[in-house]
């Protein structure tokens, strides 16, 4: 009895020593260090391993969890077995890149891509990262991700799990499909044995070498979108209007950019086409007179008269899915190529636009970088600390300020535009000697790039906006009309 008190005795008093202890340990230990450990984000998506749906849908909650300001996902539709095309949108902009992968079963190595591409994106735009003279942020703010990372859920789970996913009232017709053969993993269909990717409206009726009835590859169906999935896809496609989209396949190494592209776009698709090649060692695809159709991309290239690429990631591995062996390499060769789409589908949806004059004034809530003109790839003069500032333009997302260096470009994110009352009551401070406030915010100038834009870069401006940013500067104060 003794000994056992005493023994609970030296136990409190060892629990006491290992608590304070800890206390000296998080007092003593230098505050930047607890913060970046603190800060440092948890890594979520694990590519080495046969990805699954299940393990998708957790991976993108988890991200849309630890990203929120950057991150939503929703379900695009249901497929054919009920399960969710997940879509997430990534990003703060106004221009729209549609990624999306798994059209075809075995070729799910598409899927781990885009999920670690989306971890990426997010931990770049974490960190501030840059990619070439392009801050990342900057970018984000301007173009918004819709990723499907798998297009074909039921088939995906077919191919990695076989007969045991599916009811048993269904076993005996995906058999039939098959061959009579119990393995899946060449299976490139969805569950009910129709090629997604022969499921869109161009040119469906011409497409070569159909199967004759439902089949592990290659049935078209009764009729294009007959299928959940390509109705899902169709329909987020013409809800969002992609500037750019890219499907993403694993076999062969070769890269399809060209769909019966009118000619007045083959320049302009095949300037993305090879730098795209360039970046990933895809050879391009020659264009053949009498392409066979149905495919997502063909579609969209015809539908939206904009570039569709349709990347095939590794070396062809025959009936089956891409080993994991060859990860490595393919996340090497792709990694950086997202931000190649980003920035052409920034340029290309504001080419489209017009600069228009605007009066008004916003608060800027946010460090903001300052652009020479609405472009990524224009001068830039630093970063704008947060103020108030008259607005002189905007062109799409793009808003044009006067600084006190002259007049900037700036994303219209992370501002607010003040209301009539506040500008009366902001203009009457600022009148007043007395009350006004330090002059704050504009920073030096130091162009980082070329700041002569080419003529063609502004070829969708108005005339006004060709005007010298000096002379819109010296423009009379009576064009203030809040
Ligand atoms: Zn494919």
Same mark, same amino acid.
């Given at each position: 009895?003794?000994?056992?008190?005493?023994?609970?005795?030296?136990?409190?008093?060892?629990?006491?020593?290992?608590?304070?202890?800890?206390?000296?340990?998080?007092?003593?230990?230098?505050?930047?260090?607890?913060?970046?450990?603190?800060?440092? =984000?948890?890594?979520?998506?694990?590519?080495? !391993?046969?990805?699954?749906?299940?393990?998708?849908?957790?991976?993108?909650?988890?991200?849309?969890?630890?990203?929120?300001?950057?991150?939503?996902?929703?379900?695009?539709?249901?497929?054919?077995?009920?399960?969710?095309?997940?879509?997430?949108?990534?990003?703060?902009?106004?221009?729209?890149?549609? /990624?999306?992968?798994?059209?075809?079963?075995?070729?799910?190595?598409?899927?781990?891509?885009?999920?670690?591409?989306?971890?990426?994106?997010?931990?770049?735009?974490?960190?501030?990262?840059?990619?070439?003279?392009?801050?990342?942020?900057? /970018?984000?703010?301007?173009?918004?991700? !819709?990723?499907?990372?798998?297009?074909?859920?039921?088939?995906?789970?077919?191919?990695?799990?076989?007969?045991?996913?599916? #009811?048993?009232?269904?076993?005996?017709?995906?058999?039939?499909?098959?061959?009579?053969?119990?393995?899946?993993?060449?299976?490139?269909?969805?569950?009910?044995?129709?090629?997604?990717?022969?499921?869109?409206?161009?040119?469906?009726? !011409?497409?070569?070498?159909?199967?004759?009835?439902?089949?592990?590859?290659?049935?078209?169906?009764?009729?294009?979108?007959?299928?959940?999935?390509?109705?899902?896809?169709?329909?987020?496609?013409?809800?969002?209007?992609?500037?750019?989209?890219?499907?993403?396949?694993?076999?062969?190494?070769?890269?399809?950019?060209?769909?019966?592209?009118?000619?007045?776009?083959?320049?302009?698709?095949?300037?993305?086409? +090879?730098?795209?090649?360039?970046?990933?060692?895809?050879?391009?695809?020659?264009?053949?007179?009498?392409?066979?159709?149905?495919?997502?991309?063909? &579609?969209?290239?015809?539908?939206?008269? !904009?570039?569709?690429? +349709?990347?095939?990631?590794?070396?062809?591995?025959?009936?089956?899915?891409?080993?994991?062996?060859?990860?490595?390499?393919? &996340?090497?060769?792709?990694?950086?190529?997202?931000?190649?789409?980003?920035?052409?589908?920034?340029?290309?949806?504001?080419?489209?636009?017009?600069?228009?004059?605007?009066?008004?004034?916003?608060?800027?809530?946010?460090?903001? *970088?300052?652009?020479?003109? #609405?472009?990524?790839?224009?001068?830039?003069?630093?970063?704008?600390? =947060?103020?108030?500032?008259?607005?002189?333009? *905007?062109?799409?997302? &793009?808003?044009?300020?006067?600084?006190?260096?002259?007049?900037?470009?700036?994303?219209?994110?992370?501002?607010?535009?003040?209301?009539?009352?506040?500008?009366?009551?902001?203009?009457?401070?600022?009148?007043? =000697?007395?009350?006004?406030?330090?002059?704050?915010?504009?920073?030096?100038?130091?162009?980082? *790039?070329?700041?002569?834009?080419?003529?063609?870069?502004?070829?969708?401006?108005?005339?006004?906006?060709?005007?010298? #940013?000096?002379?819109?500067?010296?423009?009379?104060?009576?064009?203030?009309?809040?």
């Amino acid at each position: 009895m003794f000994s056992l008190i005493r023994s609970a005795d030296r136990r409190t008093r060892l629990h006491a020593v290992i608590l304070v202890l800890c206390f000296l340990a998080t007092t003593l230990l230098p505050t930047s260090f607890a913060a970046s450990a603190a800060e440092s =984000p948890i890594n979520i998506v694990e590519p080495k !391993q046969t990805y699954t749906y299940e393990i998708m849908t957790r991976d993108i909650k988890a991200l849309a969890k630890q990203y929120p300001e950057l991150i939503r996902y929703r379900s695009a539709g249901k497929s054919e077995y009920n399960r969710d095309l997940w879509v997430m949108e990534v990003g703060r902009g106004e221009a729209t890149v549609l /990624l999306n992968g798994s059209h075809h079963a075995r070729e799910w190595i598409s899927t781990i891509l885009l999920m670690e591409m989306t971890e990426n994106i997010a931990l770049s735009d974490k960190n501030d990262s840059k990619w070439g003279n392009y801050r990342i942020r900057d /970018l984000l703010d301007h173009v918004t991700f !819709q990723i499907v990372p798998m297009v074909n859920p039921d088939g995906v789970t077919l191919q990695q799990k076989g007969l045991d996913a599916f #009811p048993k009232k269904d076993h005996a017709a995906l058999l039939k499909m098959n061959g009579g053969s119990r393995n899946f993993k060449r299976w490139k269909a969805n569950a009910k044995g129709v090629d997604l990717n022969r499921q869109y409206p161009a040119n469906w009726e !011409q497409i070569n070498n159909p199967a004759p009835g439902p089949h592990y590859m290659n049935y078209k169906g009764k009729k294009p979108l007959e299928a959940k999935e390509a109705q899902a896809m169709f329909k987020l496609a013409n809800d969002t209007k992609p500037t750019v989209a890219v499907s993403y396949h694993s076999s062969g190494e070769i890269l399809y950019w060209n769909y019966k592209t009118p000619a007045a776009n083959v320049k302009r698709d095949l300037e993305l086409a +090879t730098d795209f090649s360039a970046m990933t060692g895809y050879k391009l695809v020659k264009p053949v007179a009498k392409p066979s159709g149905g495919g997502f991309n063909d &579609w969209f290239i015809q539908h939206f008269a !904009q570039p569709g690429l +349709t990347p095939e990631l590794s070396p062809s591995v025959g009936e089956t899915s891409v080993p994991l062996a060859n990860w490595d390499s393919i &996340w090497k060769k792709n990694k950086n190529a997202v931000w190649l789409v980003g920035t052409t589908a920034v340029k290309l949806s504001m080419d489209k636009k017009r600069a228009t004059e605007t009066a008004g004034w916003i608060e800027l809530k946010k460090e903001a *970088t300052a652009y020479q003109w #609405p472009m990524l790839n224009s001068a830039t003069f630093g970063l704008l600390a =947060p103020d108030y500032y008259e607005v002189t333009r *905007t062109k799409g997302d &793009w808003i044009e300020i006067k600084t006190e260096a002259g007049l900037r470009w700036i994303s219209d994110r992370n501002n607010r535009k003040l209301s009539a009352d506040e500008i009366a009551a902001l203009l009457k401070e600022r009148e007043e =000697p007395e009350a006004a406030e330090e002059p704050g915010g504009s920073v030096e100038p130091s162009p980082t *790039t070329s700041p002569e834009p080419s003529a063609s870069s502004e070829s969708g401006a108005t005339p006004a906006s060709s005007a010298s #940013p000096e002379t819109k500067e010296n423009a009379e104060p009576s064009a203030i009309t809040p």
